[in-house]
C-alpha cells in the first residue's frame, strides 16, 4: 500500500501552523477521503466541514496545494504524490478552526437581493407559460451549490477586502438568475452598479476557473449584467429612447 | 449549574432540508416567530442530493393522470402498509405545492408548450415527476432558502439538538449545543417540528450525507413518541461501487428512465426474467416496448427496470450473489447503448443528466455516453418514522411535530421514486401550519431546568475519558447493520445484531475524545452515537417481528407476504423501565371511495 504526505492547517484565529500526517492512499482515492482517515486516526478534533462527499452540497471547499477546490471531488491521482500535499482553509473569509472558515458574510449579502417579483401568472391555474431556450440560461445560473470557491479566488475580495462594497461572482450570478427569470418584474440594476458594486469586476475570470460546477460565470452573467447596467445608466441614445417611449 | 444562551420562539424547526424550510415558512406566514435549527450551514441539508423530480398529478405530459391514479400508485409501492388519509392528500395537494415554487423562482424544465415538464420514474403509471436535469433537489432546496430568508425566520446554523424537552406532558423545547464553539443553547419553544431526515449512516455503504443519523426519530423516542415501520429501510438498487471511496453515492432512477437499462456479466437484462405478478400487466414484456415507453409512447408499458426498487434491489442482490455479477460486485447500467436508437445519443445524455456524467467522470474516471456504469444497492432511505396525525403531521406528543423523511404514513412498505420531494413540500407545509396553529392557541409552558442541567453534564463526559474512540464504535455498528440487517434479512443474523448493538451501547458510554470544544467532529460523533444506536436497534427490533416479506422488508427464511401481517404496522415505544417496547398498530383503514379507487387502478 503507498502513503502520501498531507500538510494541514491547524489553528484558529489567534493562530497555527501546519503538521504533517502521514496515511495510507488507494486507487480512486479523493483529498476528503484522507482527512477523513487522519480524523479518524491521527487527530480526533481535526475541524472539517463535508457533507455529501459527492460535489452537490459545497461544504468542503478548501485551498489544495493553493488551489481552491472541492476536497470530495480531488483525486489523489491529479496531485504529485510524492511531495506533501498542502491543505489549508479558505483564506478570502475569517478563520474558525483548522479547515473550516466563518462564511456567514455570504448569507448577509443574499439577504440584501432583492427577491424575485413574479409578474401576473399566465394561465387561470396560476402557473406560467415558459419556453426551455427561455429558462435555460437562469438554469446555468441555479446550478450553483454555494461553495463559495469564487468569492474566495476573487482577488477584490480577497485581497482587496471589499466584503461591504462588492457582492462577488457568486452574488453576481444569483442577481443575474434573478434578472433573467422569465417571470421577474424588479429591476435590481441600480442596486448593481452602486451598492453591489459590480463596476469592480474587472473580468479577470478567475471565478469561473475555479466553479466546480463549470458555470461560466463571467462570460455569461456578470458581462451581460455589466451591459444592462450600462445601457441603463450610461447609454445617452438609450436615455433618449426611454423618454420617448414614455411618453413626455 | 449548566451554562447556556436561551432562544425564545413560537415555532421550533428541527432541521433545514425541504421540509424543515417549507414548514419554517408556512408558520411564519401564519404570524409566528420562527427559528431554524440545523447541523449544516443553510442550503446544504441533504436534500441537495435528490435528483429525480418531485411527483405531482398536474397532467402536463400524459392529461391521463389525476390525484386518484397518484394515490393508488402510492398505496401500491407501499403495498397498502401506507396511511390512505396521507397518501390522498399527498396525490390531491402536491400540484399545488409544485406550483407555489415557480412563483418563489424555481425553474423546472418545460414542456414544448411552456409548461413543467414530467418524467418517467418507478411506480408512477404516468409521466409524474417535475424535475430540472437530474438536481432537482437542489433546485428545491435553493428556491425555498431564497424564498424562506426574507421571512424573518431565524437561522440558527451548524447546530446539533441532543434532547427534546417535554414538561407537564406537552414539549417545551430542545437544548443543544453549537459546533463552532460548543455552547450549549437553550431553545423555549411553544411547538416543535422534526425535519430530521433519515438514517442511512447506520450503514456501511449508504446514499446519504454524514447528518443522516436518526436524530429526530431517536428524539422523538425518547421524548415519548411513538415510531412506526422501522423495519421499512429502503435499498436504492443504484449506487455507485467503485473505487472505494464513492462506494454508495446514488446514481438516480432517471438514468433507467431515460432508456437505461441492467445487464449481468453474461450480458442479460436480467429484469425480464422476474416480473411479479401484481405489476405484470403494466410491465413491458419486451425490450422494444420498454424503449418506446421511456420515449413517451403512451401505448407501451414501462421497462422492468422501473419496477420498485426493493424489487429491483433483491434483483441486483440475487444476481451478485449468484456469480453473475461485475467485477466489483454489483451489476451493469448502460445508457450508451441507446446511441442504438438515437442519432445524437452523446449530447441527449449530456443533457438530461448532466450531474450524472459529471459525477461518473470526476470520481470515476468513466464516460456513462461510451461506458456502462457499475453499480449495486445502497442504504438510501427510511419509510418508517414517527407516527404523527395525517391531517397536522402532530405526533402523540402534545406541541411536538414531524415532517419529511422522518416521519411515517405516506409511503407504507416502499417508496416511489418522487414521492420523497413532494412528500417534503406537502406535510411540511401542513407541519408548519398546525404547529403555528398550536403555537397560537397555547400558552407557554416551563422549562425542568434540574433536566436541562443533567443532559448538559452528561453531553460532556467523553472529555473527562481516555476511553476508546467514537469513530470506531460508528464504524463497528456500520459494518454490524450492513452484514446482519441488509437487504436480505435473516431471524438468527438479526439476534445476533441486537447482541451486537446492546455491547456497542455499552461501549458507547465509554468513549473518551480529546481537544476541546470547539469545533471537534470527535465530540460531536459521541453525541450522535447515541441517536443511531437507538434507531439501529428500533430497525433490527421490527424486522426480527416482522415474520414476513412485504415491500422494502424481506425476509430469507419468510419469503412470502403474510396476510396476517398486513392489518398492522409495528409500533415502537419507550417503556416505563426504558426498554425499547414493540407491539402491533392496526393501520389506519381506507374510507370506500379509497378502496374503489384501489380497484379500478388494478
Keep these: 500500500m503507498a502513503n502520501a504526505t498531507f500538510r494541514i492547517w491547524r489553528g484558529d484565529s489567534s493562530g497555527g501552523k501546519y503538521q504533517d500526517y502521514t496515511t495510507e492512499i488507494s486507487e480512486g482515492m479523493v483529498v476528503l477521503d484522507a482527512v477523513h482517515h487522519i480524523q479518524a486516526e491521527q487527530a480526533n478534533d481535526l475541524a472539517v466541514r463535508w457533507n455529501c462527499k459527492a460535489g452537490k452540497c459545497g461544504s468542503c471547499s478548501a485551498e489544495i496545494n493553493g488551489m481552491p477546490k472541492l476536497m470530495c471531488m480531488t483525486r489523489l491521482n491529479t496531485l504529485p504524490l ?46 406560467w407559460r415558459m419556453q426551455q431556450s427561455d429558462v435555460d440560461r437562469p438554469q446555468e445560473f441555479r446550478k450553483c451549490i454555494e461553495c463559495f470557491l469564487c468569492q474566495d479566488v476573487c482577488h477584490v475580495l480577497r485581497d482587496h477586502h471589499k466584503h461591504d462594497e462588492f457582492i462577488g461572482p457568486r452574488f453576481l450570478i444569483y442577481t443575474a438568475q434573478l434578472e433573467m427569470n422569465p417571470i421577474d418584474a424588479d429591476d435590481r440594476l441600480g442596486d448593481l452598479r452602486r451598492e453591489q458594486g459590480i463596476g469592480f469586476c474587472n473580468i479577470t475570470k478567475c471565478c469561473t476557473k475555479v466553479c466546480p460546477e463549470s458555470i461560466t460565470i463571467t462570460d455569461n452573467a456578470i458581462i451581460p449584467l455589466k451591459e444592462r447596467v450600462v445601457d441603463q445608466f450610461f447609454d445617452p441614445l438609450g436615455k433618449l429612447f426611454r423618454m420617448f417611449r414614455s411618453g413626455s | 449549574m449548566a451554562e447556556y444562551q436561551t432562544f425564545e420562539h413560537d415555532v421550533l424547526v428541527i432541521g433545514a432540508g425541504g421540509a424543515g424550510l417549507r414548514a419554517a415558512i408556512e408558520a411564519s406566514a401564519a404570524g409566528v416567530n420562527v427559528g431554524v435549527v440545523s447541523k449544516s450551514l443553510l442550503g446544504k441539508a441533504h436534500t441537495v442530493m435528490a435528483e429525480g423530480g418531485m411527483a405531482a ?63 418517467n420514474f418507478g411506480g408512477h403509471r404516468y409521466p409524474r415527476l417535475a424535475h430540472v436535469g437530474d438536481r432537482t433537489g437542489l433546485e428545491l432546496i435553493r428556491t425555498l432558502q431564497d424564498h424562506g430568508i426574507h421571512q424573518g425566520i431565524q437561522f440558527h446554523m451548524e447546530m446539533t439538538i ?38 442511512g449512516r447506520a450503514y456501511k455503504i449508504t446514499s446519504n450525507s454524514w447528518e443522516y443519523t436518526g436524530d429526530g426519530h431517536s428524539l422523538a423516542y425518547h421524548a415519548g413518541a411513538t415510531l412506526l415501520g422501522m423495519e421499512f429501510v429502503q435499498f436504492h438498487p443504484t449506487g455507485m461501487i467503485w473505487p472505494p471511496s464513492v462506494r454508495g453515492i446514488l446514481v438516480t432512477e432517471g438514468v433507467r428512465g431515460e432508456g437505461g437499462i441492467l445487464k449481468n456479466n453474461q450480458g442479460k437484462r436480467f429484469m425480464f426474467d422476474d416480473i411479479p405478478a401484481n405489476y405484470k400487466s403494466q410491465t413491458a414484456d419486451n425490450p422494444e416496448e420498454g424503449w418506446r415507453y421511456t420515449q413517451g409512447d403512451k401505448n407501451a408499458r414501462r421497462p422492468p427496470e422501473l419496477l420498485t426498487r426493493d424489487h429491483v434491489a433483491r434483483c441486483i442482490n440475487r444476481e451478485v450473489k449468484e456469480g453473475r455479477g461485475s467485477p ?6 448502460d445508457i450508451a447503448w441507446i446511441k442504438e436508437k438515437l442519432p445524437n445519443a452523446e449530447e441527449h445524455i449530456k443533457r438530461k443528466l448532466p450531474s450524472m456524467y459529471h459525477q461518473f467522470k470526476q470520481l470515476g474516471d468513466i464516460d ?96 473527562g475519558r481516555s476511553g476508546e474512540s467514537p469513530y470506531q464504535v460508528q464504524h463497528d ?126
Excluded at chain 2, 414538561?167 to 464553539?181: I, K, S, T
Excluded at chain 2, 418514522?385 to 409511503?411: N, R
Excluded at chain 2, 408548519?432 to 443532559?455: I, L, M, R
Aim: charged share 25%.
Design chain 1, 82 to 127: 510524492d511531495q506533501p500535499i498542502t491543505i489549508q482553509p479558505m483564506q478570502t473569509f475569517p478563520l474558525i478552526r483548522d479547515l473550516v472558515t466563518d462564511v456567514s458574510w455570504n448569507y448577509k449579502v443574499k439577504q440584501g437581493i432583492r427577491k424575485l417579483k413574479p409578474r401576473k401568472p399566465d394561465a387561470p391555474d396560476g402557473s
Design chain 2, 57 to 119: 398529478a398536474m397532467g402536463n405530459v400524459d392529461d391521463r393522470d389525476n390525484w386518484r391514479v397518484h394515490f393508488a400508485d402510492t398505496m401500491r409501492g407501499g403495498q397498502y402498509l401506507n396511511n390512505p388519509r396521507m397518501a390522498e392528500i399527498h396525490a390531491k395537494e402536491a400540484p399545488a405545492r409544485v406550483r407555489e415554487l415557480e412563483a418563489w423562482g424555481a425553474l423546472f424544465d418545460r414542456t414544448g408548450d411552456g409548461r413543467i415538464l414530467q418524467r
Design chain 2, 162 to 199: 441532543v434532547t427534546l424537552l417535554v414538561n407537564a406532558g406537552r414539549v417545551v423545547g430542545a437544548f443543544g449545543y453549537d459546533r463552532e464553539r460548543g455552547r450549549y443553547a437553550l431553545f423555549h419553544a411553544k411547538a416543535v417540528v422534526l425535519a430530521t431526515g433519515g438514517i
Design chain 2, 328 to 333: 466489483h460486485g454489483g451489476v451493469y447500467l
Design chain 2, 368 to 463: 456513462i455516453t461510451k461506458d456502462a456504469m457499475e453499480i449495486g444497492p445502497t442504504t438510501h432511505y427510511v419509510m418508517g418514522g414517527i407516527k404523527v396525525e395525517a391531517e397536522s403531521q402532530m405526533t402523540d406528543v402534545p406541541g411536538l411535530f414531524a415532517a419529511g423523511e422522518c416521519g411515517v404514513g405516506l409511503h407504507g412498505a416502499n417508496r416511489l421514486g418522487g414521492n420523497s420531494l413532494s412528500d417534503l413540500i406537502v406535510f411540511g407545509k401542513r407541519a408548519g401550519e398546525y404547529a403555528a396553529q398550536y403555537a397560537k392557541d397555547n400558552t407557554a409552558a416551563s422549562v425542568d431546568k434540574a433536566q436541562v442541567d443533567e443532559v448538559a453534564q452528561k453531553a460532556l463526559e467523553p472529555f
Design chain 2, 477 to 602: 455498528l456500520q459494518d454490524l447493520m450492513q452484514d446482519l440487517v441488509g437487504i436480505v434479512r435473516r431471524q438468527e443474523e438479526m439476534e445476533r445484531a441486537l447482541e451486537g448493538i446492546l455491547k456497542l451501547k455499552e461501549r458507547a458510554r465509554h468513549v473518551g475524545v480529546g481537544g476541546n470544544r470547539e469545533y471537534n467532529p470527535g465530540w460531536h460523533t459521541s453525541v450522535d452515537l447515541n441517536n443511531l444506536l437507538t434507531v439501529s436497534e428500533a430497525v433490527t427490533r421490527a424486522g426480527l417481528e416482522r415474520k414476513e416479506s412485504r415491500g422494502a422488508h424481506f425476509r430469507e427464511d419468510y419469503p412470502s407476504k403474510d396476510e396476517t401481517f398486513g392489518t398492522f404496522n409495528l409500533a415502537i415505544r419507550k417503556g416505563p423501565d426504558g426498554s425499547m417496547q414493540v407491539t402491533h398498530d392496526p393501520l389506519v383503514p381506507m374510507t370506500e371511495e379509497q378502496k374503489q379507487i384501489i380497484e379500478e387502478m388494478k
